[in-house]
């Protein structure tokens, strides 16, 4: 009997748990350990923060998304020792066969200077549901959305959120008396999706009146004057500002001897193995640089995204059952990844193509339309949904929508 242990029961290590446990088929322990004993759908928080959505409509148990056999261990992982096949979480020591680290990214907005609890974000639960509140109360005036650093994230989020603001607005009647801009450090929006999705999303941008202002490194900002500072030298006044936070990897990263200098964990781009054969990283915790891809001085990286997250999984799951079973290990991770782009008014784009593409990743547009909405709220219905009846009624639909648009839908 093996032991597969899997740290954190986010998207990655659902899949991971999952896909091993239908693979397995019994007779091995899958152990999930994850400190919160509740998940939440994070491309929701979108929704909390345009009202769309409550917060209980985005939450569920964990159990409920894991099948049965496996044990989930509700604890924060505090050490993980590769050298010694051992984690250490709760106080308790926990011996594996394979290790998944799938603990995602944590954030970190107390590395912005000047940060204090004026300034909001969407990018958690609480803090979207904050932001709903005082969008509602907004009168008027200059709306800032600032991408603090990178790597962030999902990198459609951020877009996504500047036309919700606006369409918020504009259900409001408000668009005339709100202006609102979006700054990055970024060249172009979504520089790791290539040049071609980069210009369509800033034509989107441009239609709803939202400014664009690319290459802005924020250096501070002065909560009392509401003043942002860029580049060392560009100021920008706001009344409200919204901040996609500094992102790190999780402390226990640090001490485990996995991470590399920027704090995240190397792996091989086609297996996810880190440098120990049975010790595998996945999803947003793990960096993958992109063939070619510098920005401006820096490799960029594989964005963190739960379509990644999702397709690691598989790869990693696949691989682990192939080699209890004694066959050959030969799953790869290929970066063909999508995402539905919310564009407001119940209208999205979906972004398609390969994220490991040369010269740049080749990721187009499709055209925006009620179909990709409609395709992310059933593909959130079917992410939580429990096992049984409607998961599976959810999937069909998923799937067959794919079929009908030529699109492959794999879940
Ligand atoms: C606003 C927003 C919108 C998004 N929209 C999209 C989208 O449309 N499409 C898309 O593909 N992606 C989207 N994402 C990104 C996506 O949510 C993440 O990339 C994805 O969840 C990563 O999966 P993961 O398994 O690596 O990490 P996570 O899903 O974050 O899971 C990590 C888990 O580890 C747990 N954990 C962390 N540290 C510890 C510890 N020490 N001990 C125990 N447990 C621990 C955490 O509690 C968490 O449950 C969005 C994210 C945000 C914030």
């Given at each position: ?30 152990i999930?350990?994850e ?10 928080y ?17 159990k ?5 056999d ?26 594996y ?20 609890d ?10 979207a ?166 920005i ?44 539905m ?71």
């Amino acid at each position: 009997m093996k032991t597969i242990v899997i740290l954190g029961g986010g998207v990655g290590g659902i899949v991971t748990a999952n896909e091993l446990s239908n693979r397995l088929g019994g007779g091995h322990k899958i152990i999930v350990i994850e400190k919160n004993s509740e998940h939440t759908f994070a491309p929701s928080y979108l929704w909390l923060m345009n009202g769309a959505r409550k917060k209980k409509q985005i939450i569920v148990p964990l159990k409920s998304l894991l099948k049965e056999d496996i044990e989930v261990v509700n604890a924060g992982v505090s050490e993980i020792v590769p050298a010694e096949q051992k984690v250490i979480a709760g106080e308790k020591e926990y011996r594996y066969d394979f290790l998944v680290i799938a603990l995602g990214a944590d954030l970190a907005p107390e590395k912005i200077q000047g940060w204090d609890d004026s300034i909001q974000t969407y990018y958690t639960l609480e803090g979207a549901a904050r932001l709903h509140e005082k969008l509602t109360n907004f009168p008027g005036g200059k709306v800032a959305l600032v991408i603090a650093s990178m790597p962030y994230k999902c990198p459609g989020a951020p877009h996504e959120g500047a036309m919700l603001i606006e369409d918020f607005f504009r259900a409001k009647g408000l668009q005339e008396k709100v202006e609102i801009s979006l700054f990055t450090p970024e060249p172009q929006p979504l520089p790791v999706a290539g040049p071609e999705l980069g210009n369509a999303v800033k034509g989107m941008l441009e239609k709803k009146g939202i400014h664009f202002h690319p290459s802005m490194n924020l250096n501070s900002v002065d909560t009392k004057s509401k003043q942002l500072l860029f580049n060392g030298k560009d100021t920008f006044g706001y009344d409200l500002l919204v901040v996609i936070p500094p992102h790190q990897a999780p402390s226990v990263i640090g001490k485990s001897g996995l991470a590399n200098a920027s704090g995240w964990i190397d792996v091989n781009p086609a297996s996810l193995q880190t440098k120990y054969e049975n010790v595998f990283a996945i999803g947003d915790v793990a960096s993958i640089p992109l063939p070619g891809r510098w920005i401006p001085d820096k490799p960029m990286t594989l964005p963190k995204a739960g379509v990644f997250a999702h397709l690691q999984a598989d790869v990693v799951a696949k691989n682990i059952a192939h080699k209890i079973g004694g066959e050959k290990a030969d799953e790869k991770f290929c970066a063909d990844g999508y995402c539905m782009l919310e564009a407001g008014e119940d209208l999205a784009g979906f972004a398609y193509g390969d994220f490991f593409g040369e010269p740049h990743p080749q990721v187009q547009l499709k055209q925006i339309g009620r179909k990709w909405h409609i395709g992310k709220v059933l593909f959130e219905k079917w992410w939580l949904s429990p096992f049984g009846f409607k998961k599976t009624l959810y999937k069909k639909l998923l799937q067959e929508g794919g079929r009908l648009i030529g699109i492959p839908v794999k879940l």
